[in-house]
């Protein structure tokens, strides 16, 4: 029951419960990607020796991580919700 309610929930999303943790997925997702091409905007900042975009990188970068960390936090309970609501509704 689970595999299948979990296949769901990713794949289809059928439901006001099974958008919001795609969307969450979705927005986690963009949110690493930013991360990642902060970390390459400081690490070329800094083989250039321009410390001041080095530093208002990793600013930037340390909001992206905490706007990430409070996503992640938000997948695990939307996921299980979509589950139960599924499952109380009948589906697999």
Known sequence: ???MAATDLISAGKDAEDKATRNVIQAYTVE???IAAYE????AANAVGDTETAALA???????KAAAAKLFARIAPLAAKAVVVGVSEGRN
């Open 40 to 43: 390459s905007l400081i690490a």
């Open 32 to 34: 690493n990607s930013e």
């Open 58 to 64: 990793q600013a930037i970068q340390a909001e992206e």
């Open 1 to 3: 029951k689970i595999g």
